[in-house]
Structure formats: structure tokens, C-alpha cells
């Protein structure tokens, strides 16, 4: 994967967590709003907020099982080739992961 397959495009709605509130986008920024001190976030966008934790916690859902289970919230290789693959395999034990647990709950 190159760099330019991995910026956002012109017109791509941007789904990103308070980290990213503020930061410059090219297309629509659906970032989630952040209070700061003094300045408490309004009911309006406590339920926008809300609305995006709909969205995205079935995504961050992958990244929390592969970050605790799989131990791989950091990638501990030197160049992005190896990085790549340890990610596919990460992703290719997500899926087992879940395999194993819809064949357990049919059996079950």
C-alpha cells in the first residue's frame, strides 16, 4: 500500500475520535467533538456524539480484540512490508477469532 492509497480523498466523510477534532480535512469532517476546559460541550453535540459512537464502535470493536487478545497494539518490525504482514495475520486471526466464537454459539 502506497501513502496516496492511504490519504483521505476529496468528498470521504471522516469518522475520527476526539483526537482528531480540529484537524484539517479534505472532505467532510465527522470527527467527534472535544470539551475543553471552560468550554463544556453543548446537548447538540453530545448526542452528534453519540450518534458517531453508532458508526464506529463496530470497527473499534476489531482493533480492541486485536490490540488485547492478539497483543498487537504495537508493531515492533522496521520496515512496512513486514509491517503489512503482521497486520494480515492479525486480521486473519481476528476472523478465526470470531469463527471460533459463531461455531461455539451454534453448537452451543
Same mark, same amino acid.
Not at 50 to 56: C, Q, T
Given at each position: 500500500m502506497?501513502t496516496?492509497?492511504?490519504?483521505?480523498?476529496?468528498g470521504?466523510?471522516?469518522y475520527g475520535d476526539?483526537?482528531?477534532s480540529g484537524?484539517?480535512t479534505?472532505?467532510?469532517d465527522?470527527s467527534m467533538k472535544?470539551?475543553?476546559r471552560?468550554?463544556?460541550l453543548g446537548?447538540?453535540?453530545?448526542?452528534?456524539n453519540r450518534r458517531m459512537?453508532k458508526?464506529?464502535s463496530? $470497527?473499534e470493536?476489531?482493533? +480492541?480484540? %486485536?490490540k488485547?487478545?492478539?497483543n498487537?497494539g504495537?508493531?515492533? &518490525?522496521?520496515?512496512?512490508?513486514?509491517?503489512? $504482514?503482521?497486520?494480515?495475520f +492479525?486480521? %486473519?486471526?481476528y476472523?478465526l477469532?470470531?469463527?471460533?466464537?459463531? &461455531?461455539?454459539?451454534?453448537?452451543?
Amino acid at each position: 500500500m502506497s501513502t496516496s492509497e492511504l490519504t483521505q480523498s476529496e468528498g470521504e466523510v471522516r469518522y475520527g475520535d476526539k483526537g482528531y477534532s480540529g484537524a484539517k480535512t479534505k472532505g467532510y469532517d465527522a470527527s467527534m467533538k472535544r470539551a475543553a476546559r471552560g468550554h463544556p460541550l453543548g446537548i447538540s453535540d453530545i448526542l452528534r456524539n453519540r450518534r458517531m459512537i453508532k458508526k464506529r464502535s463496530p $470497527v473499534e470493536r476489531c482493533f +480492541s480484540v %486485536i490490540k488485547t487478545v492478539f497483543n498487537a497494539g504495537h508493531v515492533r &518490525v522496521t520496515t512496512v512490508e513486514k509491517a503489512a $504482514v503482521k497486520v494480515m495475520f +492479525s486480521a %486473519i486471526g481476528y476472523n478465526l477469532y470470531n469463527l471460533y466464537g459463531l &461455531v461455539k454459539k451454534e453448537m452451543g
